[in-house]
C-alpha cells in the first residue's frame, strides 16, 4: 500500500496587485480608444449626412426629368412653406405652378432630417436663393451653389457639396474646402 502524500490546500484567486496592474492595463486601453472612437463617430456621422444630402438632390432632380415638372428642394418646418434655414428639415415637392411654394395640389415627394444636434447645414447659391430648384430637363438655370456642412466647434469635420448648374452633385475633397464652420 502506497503512502499518500499530504496535499497542499492552494486557493486560486486574485492577488491585490494583480487586481491594481489589470484595472491598469484597463483605464489606459479604454484611455486610449475613447478619443479614437469619438473621431470615429463624428467622421462617419460626416459622411452619412453629406451622402444624405446627395442622394435627396438627386432624387430632386430625377424626380423633375421623370415628371417634367420642376422639383424644389428646401428647407421647412410645416412642409408647406421654404424657409431660409437649412437646419430644419428639408422636403421636396413637384413645382407645377412654378412659384417655388408648395400649394395643396403639389404632392410633397420626401421630407427629410439631415442634420441633427450640434450639425449645421448652410446652402449658398448664385442670385442667392434659400431653395434649389431643378427644371424638366435636369438642370438647375444657373442657380449653382454650394452646401456647407459643419460638426459643431471641430472644424476637423466638415464637408462641402457642390451642385454645378447642370444639376450635378459632388462633395469637395479635404484640401480644397472652404472654411465656413
Known sequence: MKESCPTLNKQKGLT???LMISVSIFLIIVTIA???FNSLLKRNLQRESTQSLIHLINFTRL???E???E????PSAD???CESDWNLPIMVFNDSDGDRARSESEPLLKHLTIVNGRETLSWSSFRDR???HFNEEGTTDYQNGTFYYCNGDDTEYKAQVIVSKAGRARVVS???LRDRC
Not at 422639383?71 to 428646401?74: I, K, T, W
Open 16 to 18: 491585490l496587485i494583480d
Open 174 to 176: 479635404n484640401r480644397h
Open 63 to 65: 424626380q423633375a426629368v
Open 71 to 74: 422639383a424644389v428642394m428646401c
Open 79 to 81: 412642409t408647406i412653406e
Open 130 to 132: 434659400d431653395y434649389l
Open 67 to 69: 415628371t417634367g415638372v
Open 34 to 36: 475613447i478619443p479614437a
